[in-house]
């Protein structure tokens, strides 16, 4: 079946630098990867996802690249501030074929270093 | 982006008894619901899908006679822990898709069976 990998497990950098988060599937058939942020003790909330026939989205200090080829996409988040410290998820879904299924990556845990 | 609520955030109860945990999308009619599990510092794991007016697809390993799931509507869904026991305290979170694949989240439910 599809698996989503993640990495790294943990990310900590300084205030007001970039943080790139990477993820592989491995089912060809994937066509949407969206990226989940959780705080602690919360609900994971969508902050950005793109589909197979885009290859990067972009909103705000966010952003999203997708490399269908080698089967792996990236979280970008620039200029990064104390709220973004957090746990990201990615995921990945065959749509209608897996009845909207996520598969989910393991998790990063963003530390922000002020 | 959409709105899903579940009911209640916390419940305590003692070992033997079920518990039911509302899952509603307040401002979209959801084709698909989905409960999963989250561990303390883990990814979530999908425990079953349903749609609505049929019968939860199951992970493997998840006991369907212990975890009731019911999908009365486009809106609801419940999932009923039945005789709990503690190992079956997590935290329980369920999230609606619509027709675009996109998933929302309720606020989770942290169960804690004594």
């Known amino acids: 079946g599809e698996n989503v990998e993640q990495h790294p497990s943990t ?6 630098d970039s943080a790139v988060i990477k993820c592989t599937y491995s089912d060809s058939a994937s066509n949407y990867f969206p990226w989940y942020k959780q705080e602690l003790g919360k609900r994971p909330q969508l902050i950005i996802d793109i589909r197979s026939n885009v290859g990067e989205k972009k909103d705000q200090r966010i952003a999203v690249t997708l ?18 410290s957090a746990v990201y998820f990615c995921a990945a879904s065959k749509g209608a074929d ?17 | 982006g959409a709105v899903v609520s579940q009911h209640p955030s916390r419940v305590i109860c003692k070992s033997g008894t079920s518990v039911k945990i509302e899952c509603r999308s307040l401002d979209f009619q959801a084709t698909t619901m989905f409960w999963y599990r989250q561990f303390p510092k883990k990814s979530l794991m999908l425990m079953a899908t349903s749609n609505e007016g049929s019968k939860a697809t199951y992970e493997q390993g998840v006991e369907k006679d212990k975890f009731l799931i ?4 486009l809106t ?3 999932l009923t822990v039945t005789s709990a ?12 898709s619509d027709y675009y694949n996109e998933q929302f989240f309720g606020p989770g439910t942290r169960l804690t069976v004594l």
């Open chain 2, 70 to 73: 019911n999908h009365a509507s």
């Open chain 2, 76 to 78: 609801l869904s419940t």
């Open chain 1, 67 to 84: 490399n269908k080829t080698a089967k792996h996409f990236s979280l970008h988040i620039t200029e990064t501030q104390p709220e973004d």
């Open chain 1, 11 to 16: 990310l900590s950098v300084q205030e007001g």
């Open chain 1, 98 to 114: 897996s009845n909207y299924q996520l598969i989910w990556g393991a998790g990063t845990k963003l530390i922000i270093k002020p």
């Open chain 2, 85 to 96: 026991h503690p190992e079956d305290s997590s935290f329980y979170i369920c999230s609606a």
